[in-house]
């Protein structure tokens, strides 16, 4: 089973709204990563966040981690067309040695 | 640099045959993975590697097998395809040996189909 879950599935937006994403996993991490997947593309890296972290920002990117909820959430801020993409959470924990786990990831589309 | 390079792009086989996807990166990284992606769901993890000489299983290793004899390539073999490994696989990479803790760069992806 997946050690990340995305919340929601799916999200739609008007362009210069808000998005938020959360994720929720199963057992003690390392640190949890975000990316976005283009539909056809690989994916991309967008931000890393350690355990001992609690928020970073990259740009208009804002990542919280509550490692008491087991729990992160990504919010986009004034999203744009450019945004609609596939966005996963993955984890990396020592009981699964040195594997990254994906969750299911949100679809997020922004209207123009 | 081209980073992580996947060949072939696209592939149909019939049940039965085998296949090797290639899996090449010019980082000089030492991890290296791979990742399967059925319709509308995240990534699987099929098999990794930190090192040449050196692989480990992932979530989903059954029915496939990999080798790294060199730190570039990382080429994922498909021994007996099935109608279920119809999938989207993607190659990645990560710079040190504790690659799971780290950025992945991706390549972009084989897409298979077996009929």
């Known amino acids: 089973s997946q050690q990340g879950e995305e919340d929601p599935q799916a999200l739609s937006i008007q362009e210069g709204e808000n998005a938020t994403m959360n994720c929720s996993y199963k057992?003690?991490?390392?640190?949890l990563q975000w990316y976005r997947q283009n539909s056809g593309r690989g994916l991309v890296h967008l931000i890393l966040?350690?355990?001992?972290?609690r928020e970073k920002h990259s740009g208009r990117l804002r990542v919280t981690l509550d490692t008491s909820k087991k729990s992160s959430s990504l919010l986009i801020t004034a999203s744009r067309a450019a945004d609609t993409a596939s966005y996963f959470c993955a984890t990396a924990y020592a009981p699964a040695g040195n594997m990254l786990t994906f969750g299911g990831g949100t679809r997020l589309m922004v209207k123009p | 640099n081209a980073g992580v390079t996947q060949t072939p792009k696209f592939q149909v086989l019939k049940t039965g045959q085998s296949m090797t996807l290639q899996c090449a990166q010019d980082m000089n990284h030492e991890y290296m993975s791979w990742y399967r992606q059925d319709p509308g769901m995240g990534l699987r993890l099929i098999h990794y590697s930190v090192g040449a000489g050196i692989t480990d299983q992932g979530e989903v290793p059954n029915g496939y097998n990999v080798s790294r004899s060199t730190t570039e390539d990382f080429p994922l073999r498909l021994l007996s395809a099935a109608p279920s490994q119809t999938s989207v696989y993607f190659c990645?990479?990560?710079?040190?040996?504790?690659?799971?803790?780290?950025?992945?760069?991706f390549g972009p992806g084989t897409r298979l189909l077996v009929l």
């Open positions: 966040i350690r355990s001992n972290e």
């Open positions: 990645a990479s990560s710079y040190s040996i504790f690659g799971s803790q780290e950025t992945q760069y």
């Open positions: 057992t003690s991490i390392n640190n």
